[in-house]
């Protein structure tokens, strides 16, 4: 039987029909990509929180050191509507870009400071059907404990994500498709 994994690709933005701008630029230990979504773009929600549509901002940031991706969206205000940190197996390097196979878990950690653990039933059904290894469970299973255990003590997400703010003078511009 064939498995079943997905994969989060650095770059993949800039080819979402829906997003424009986008950016990318390494920092030491990390790579940040940006992308504005465009007017007419749909409503995007985690649980009950948008987290996308006409003039949001994404930033995606790829950590090297701990392997682990995060990101946080800005509503139409400039104001974090939240944190998402997809969990994911070792990543991979192909040219210039950076892919991390999803292991289908996830955290949301919204602007309340409400913590949720996302997709845990479509995880669950990957592991009792084998498109993923008990190894792969196991990391994705202490990933999420460590991660949560972080959050509660603060000391995550990075201060260089959690303080990211955008200023009130950056306009979203629409670029040419």
């Given amino acids: 039987m064939a498995r079943k994994l997905t994969f989060i690709s650095s770059g993949a933005w800039q080819n979402v029909p829906d997003m424009t701008d986008y950016r990318t630029e390494w920092l030491t230990g990390m790579l940040v990509e940006r992308a504005t979504w465009r007017p007419t773009a749909p409503e995007q929600r985690i649980g009950r929180t948008v987290v996308g549509g006409p003039g949001y901002v994404w930033f995606r940031f790829w950590l090297q050191e701990s392997e682990q991706i995060v990101e946080k969206y800005f509503n139409t205000e400039k104001k974090a509507a939240g944190f998402y940190a997809p969990i994911c197996a070792s990543w991979r390097r192909r ?5 991390a196979p999803s292991l ?5 950690f919204d602007s309340t400071g409400r913590l949720t653990v996302m997709f845990e039933d479509l995880f669950d059904k990957a592991a ?3 498109d993923l290894t008990p190894v792969e469970v196991e990391h994705a299973e202490l990933r999420i404990r460590e991660l949560t255990l972080a959050i509660h003590r603060k000391k995550w997400p990075p201060a260089m994500v959690k303080t990211l703010e955008l200023s009130g003078a950056e306009t979203p511009r629409e670029l040419p498709r």
């Avoid at 289908?104 to 949301?108: A, K, N, Q, R, Y």
Wanted: zero cysteines; glycine letters at 16%; hydrophobic letters at 45%.
């Fill in 95 to 99: 040219d210039t870009r950076l892919i």
């Fill in 104 to 108: 289908l878990l996830g955290l949301w």
């Fill in 128 to 130: 009792q059907s084998g």
